[in-house]
């Protein structure tokens, strides 16, 4: 049935019915649009449109509408229904008659698609700036494992400078810091309701628009019906923020590429993250990074297209508009994809720092070092330069270094060089001469992890978190708890620490933690067959190539996980290694959609301190308290049960 079938003589073709239809693609809308309906039909009801009774009744069935579509949005792709508003409206209808036709008094489908879609971009927005953030702290991580390691630094992808590898990290932690604030200032100018605004010239009803909007969750309500139900600006701004970040996702991409081939053979990436060839067995392939780097062209590609839709659009509403969430979509789908492949592309990268030294070594990279050294002795740097530049000349006509010159080699160049020119031209020399602000010596570097990890760079995007999807009332935005953010926030901030998947080769390890702390009553014992078969849900940390804890992830059903067997070596304790073991095993549930972590504990302030919240023990399923039986050299009182909530839906409007 369609929603305006009663000017027309006769049907649509089928051909256009298909070509009009955009149910396949704004279905992702549905939860928005039934929330805007209910705010919709509660402003109706401060107008005298609807009764209370009515509105309850109406209320009553789009709650339900909403659990049937949380719970399987593709029955929706079923219905030849136009478009989502008209499948809500139908099935409204269908539950509760002619009542569900009054819903509509007032309202078009242009401010209700323009609605849901800011709606939409608001919740999404949340989920990229977890994303964002969470590859910003990865990068962290990498640059405090890596932040002594030299690696030559370059320009015009010549050999230039040595750097530091944490300095090359910090450098992408800037990057991503930018695009947390393009974010967050696209999301702002998107926090906007245009519901109310009609067809184009507003609606006829004396509506608050103010509290309609502050209901939703908006800070505030549109001021221009033409602009409300026409504006695709938050569409273009997320695009654009997409394709900028994209951007820098494929710089990252491609620097790696380079370090990962084998005239560079500077880095290694993880087996979860490369392929092979189906001819050639020695290959290994970055193809996470080369898909990256690709994918990006898809999200600039869909920015392009949205410009080249909005460029001649008259006000107000034109269909060209229904364009707007196919590329949408795609492309923060896309991003957030990307983002969360960066993530284990940077946690799985092994660095071969013999190698990366011996390159920057090589090249004449403390030139510029023998060019300063020559200025300290009161030549002008432009005399000096010349001066350097004969220098390597002829030590590339001789095959050597700067620093294999004799002094008498090198006074040949100048007699202002003396015996201490050679302590200037070391790798330590070229680094520790860096250390303005924001420069590559160590020095700078330590500062800069320091600030970031005190707060001054990640604090604020944990705010930021924390305002955008805590501090907004919308009823319709990810609850998240300050101490739920700020646990996902901190996962594997040890330093010098590194979780991953186990393989077959920590058998051993794991064996011997778990039977040590079983033994001691802390953890129920595991055999070492069991742990071979179970080994693929299992991670570890390890510090230094030594695994000094493990921890397990048990699927039960879908949606419901158990985390077991979190255990670390005593030498390892207080360092935070059970802490990042426990995140990368809720980051982990998060990726593959669980819905719920439980755990059976004696210990119930550690997990409470990552998020878990207490339950009856007693309203666990049978199987669950079966498989998990009492320690013997515990008191089975003082076991208690825990849960997590991974992604906390929207609460009940």
């Given at each position: 049935?369609?929603?305006?079938?009663?000017?027309?003589?006769?049907?649509?073709?089928?051909?256009?019915?298909?070509?009009?239809?955009?149910?396949?693609?704004?279905?992702?809308?549905?939860?928005?649009?039934?929330?805007?309906?209910?705010?919709?039909?509660?402003?109706?009801?401060?107008?005298?449109?609807?009764?209370?009774?009515?509105?309850?009744?109406?209320?009553?069935?789009?709650?339900?509408?909403?659990?049937?579509?949380?719970?399987?949005?593709?029955?929706i792709?079923?219905?030849?229904?136009?478009?989502?508003?008209s499948?809500?409206?139908?099935?409204?209808?269908?539950?509760?008659?002619?009542?569900?036709?009054?819903?509509?008094?007032?309202?078009?489908?242009?401010?209700?698609?323009?609605?849901?879609?800011?709606?939409?971009?608001?919740?999404?927005?949340s989920?990229?700036?977890?994303?964002?953030?969470?590859?910003?702290?990865?990068?962290?991580?990498?640059?405090?494992?890596?932040?002594?390691?030299?690696?030559?630094?370059?320009t015009?992808?010549?050999?230039?400078?040595?750097?530091?590898?944490?300095?090359?990290?910090?450098?992408?932690?800037?990057?991503?810091?930018?695009?947390?604030?393009?974010?967050?200032?696209?999301?702002?100018?998107?926090?906007?309701?245009?519901?109310?605004?009609?067809?184009l010239?507003?609606?006829?009803?004396?509506?608050?628009?103010?509290?309609?909007?502050?209901?939703?969750?908006?800070?505030?309500?549109?001021?221009?019906?033409?602009?409300?139900?026409?504006?695709?600006?938050?569409?273009?701004?997320?695009?654009?923020?997409?394709?900028?970040?994209?951007?820098?996702?494929?710089?990252?991409?491609?620097?790696?590429?380079?370090?990962?081939?084998?005239?560079?053979?500077?880095?290694?990436?993880?087996?979860?993250?490369?392929?092979?060839?189906?001819?050639?067995?020695q290959?290994?392939?970055?193809?996470?990074?080369?898909?990256?780097?690709?994918?990006?062209?898809?999200?600039?590609?869909?920015?392009?297209?949205?410009?080249m839709?909005?460029?001649?659009?008259?006000?107000?509403?034109?269909?060209?508009?229904?364009?707007d969430?196919?590329g949408?979509?795609?492309?923060?789908?896309?991003?957030?994809?990307?983002?969360?492949?960066?993530?284990?592309?940077?946690?799985?990268?092994?660095?071969?720092?013999?190698?990366?030294?011996?390159?920057?070594?090589?090249?004449?990279?403390?030139?510029?070092?023998?060019?300063?050294?020559?200025?300290?002795?009161?030549?002008?740097?432009?005399?000096?330069?010349?001066?350097?530049?004969?220098?390597?000349?002829?030590?590339?006509?001789?095959?050597?270094?700067?620093?294999?010159?004799?002094?008498?080699?090198?006074?040949?160049?100048?007699?202002?060089?003396?015996?201490?020119?050679?302590?200037?031209?070391?790798?330590?020399?070229?680094?520790?001469?860096?250390?303005?602000?924001?420069?590559?010596?160590?020095?700078?570097?330590?500062?800069?992890?320091?600030?970031?990890?005190?707060?001054?760079l990640?604090?604020?995007?944990?705010?930021?978190?924390?305002t955008?999807?805590?501090?907004?009332?919308?009823?319709?935005?990810?609850?998240?708890?300050?101490?739920?953010?700020?646990?996902?926030?901190?996962?594997?901030?040890?330093?010098?620490?590194?979780?991953?998947?186990?393989?077959?080769?920590?058998?051993?390890?794991?064996?011997?933690?778990?039977?040590?702390?079983?033994?001691?009553?802390?953890?129920?014992?595991?055999?070492?067959?069991?742990?071979?078969?179970?080994?693929?849900?299992?991670?570890?940390?390890?510090?230094?190539?030594?695994?000094?804890?493990?921890?397990?992830?048990?699927?039960?059903?879908?949606?419901?996980?158990?985390?077991?067997?979190?255990?670390?070596?005593?030498?390892?304790?207080?360092?935070?290694?059970?802490?990042?073991?426990?995140?990368?095993?809720?980051?982990?549930?998060?990726?593959?959609?669980?819905?719920k972590?439980?755990?059976?504990?004696?210990?119930?302030?550690?997990?409470?301190?990552?998020?878990?919240?207490?339950?009856?023990?007693?309203?666990?399923?049978?199987?669950?308290?079966?498989?998990?039986?009492?320690?013997?050299?515990?008191?089975?009182?003082?076991?208690?049960a825990?849960?997590?909530?991974?992604?906390?839906?929207?609460?009940?409007?």
């Amino acid at each position: 049935m369609a929603l305006w079938g009663g000017r027309f003589k006769e049907q649509a073709s089928v051909q256009f019915k298909k070509f009009n239809d955009s149910l396949p693609v704004d279905y992702r809308m549905a939860v928005q649009d039934i929330v805007g309906s209910i705010a919709w039909a509660e402003a109706l009801t401060t107008v005298d449109v609807l009764s209370q009774a009515e509105f309850q009744e109406l209320k009553a069935a789009l709650l339900e509408l909403k659990a049937s579509v949380e719970e399987n949005p593709k029955q929706i792709l079923a219905s030849d229904a136009e478009d989502i508003h008209s499948w809500v409206e139908i099935n409204l209808i269908e539950k509760t008659g002619d009542l569900g036709k009054k819903l509509h008094t007032g309202r078009s489908r242009n401010d209700q698609v323009a609605t849901d879609l800011k709606l939409w971009c608001k919740e999404k927005g949340s989920d990229l700036l977890y994303a964002l953030v969470n590859l910003q702290q990865a990068m962290l991580d990498l640059a405090e494992r890596e932040r002594n390691t030299v690696l030559p630094g370059y320009t015009h992808l010549q050999r230039a400078q040595p750097i530091t590898f944490g300095h090359w990290c910090l450098a992408y932690v800037e990057m991503f810091n930018r695009d947390i604030g393009r974010l967050k200032d696209a999301l702002y100018r998107a926090d906007t309701s245009p519901l109310g605004s009609g067809a184009l010239a507003g609606t006829a009803y004396p509506i608050d628009r103010e509290l309609l909007a502050h209901n939703l969750g908006f800070r505030s309500a549109t001021l221009n019906s033409l602009d409300a139900v026409s504006d695709r600006d938050h569409v273009i701004e997320l695009l654009s923020t997409a394709s900028i970040s994209m951007m820098h996702l494929s710089r990252f991409a491609e620097d790696l590429v380079f370090y990962n081939s084998g005239e560079a053979g500077f880095v290694e990436m993880s087996d979860l993250v490369s392929s092979g060839s189906s001819l050639m067995p020695q290959k290994k392939n970055p193809d996470a990074c080369e898909l990256l780097r690709g994918k990006a062209g898809r999200v600039m590609g869909s920015l392009t297209g949205m410009m080249m839709t909005m460029k001649a659009l008259p006000l107000a509403y034109n269909k060209d508009m229904q364009e707007d969430k196919e590329g949408l979509f795609d492309a923060l789908d896309t991003w957030q994809e990307c983002m969360q492949m960066a993530v284990l592309v940077a946690e799985g990268l092994t660095v071969n720092r013999a190698r990366t030294l011996a390159a920057a070594q090589q090249g004449y990279a403390n030139s510029t070092e023998l060019a300063d050294y020559l200025v300290s002795k009161d030549i002008p740097f432009r005399e000096a330069h010349h001066i350097v530049g004969e220098v390597v000349l002829a030590a590339i006509d001789a095959g050597h270094a700067l620093e294999d010159f004799t002094i008498a080699q090198l006074q040949k160049f100048s007699d202002r060089i003396e015996q201490d020119v050679y302590q200037h031209l070391s790798i330590e020399s070229c680094l520790d001469k860096r250390g303005a602000l924001g420069g590559t010596s160590r020095q700078q570097v330590e500062k800069a992890l320091a600030e970031v990890q005190s707060g001054n760079l990640l604090s604020d995007n944990q705010d930021t978190l924390n305002t955008q999807v805590l501090g907004a009332p919308s009823k319709t935005q990810i609850n998240l708890t300050l101490k739920q953010v700020k646990q996902r926030l901190n996962a594997q901030r040890a330093a010098a620490m590194s979780v991953r998947r186990a393989r077959m080769s920590d058998i051993d390890s794991i064996s011997t933690l778990v039977d040590y702390w079983a033994e001691r009553g802390e953890i129920l014992p595991r055999s070492r067959d069991n742990i071979i078969h179970d080994v693929q849900n299992f991670v570890v940390a390890e510090v230094d190539g030594v695994v000094v804890g493990c921890a397990s992830l048990y699927i039960y059903q879908t949606g419901l996980a158990e985390i077991r067997s979190v255990v670390i070596d005593k030498s390892a304790h207080g360092q935070g290694q059970g802490q990042a073991l426990v995140q990368y095993l809720l980051e982990f549930a998060h990726q593959i959609q669980l819905q719920k972590i439980i755990v059976l504990t004696y210990i119930p302030n550690y997990f409470e301190q990552l998020g878990f919240n207490l339950i009856d023990k007693n309203s666990l399923a049978d199987n669950i308290i079966e498989d998990s039986e009492q320690s013997p050299h515990k008191d089975p009182d003082d076991e208690v049960a825990m849960e997590y909530i991974v992604n906390r839906c929207a609460e009940e409007v």
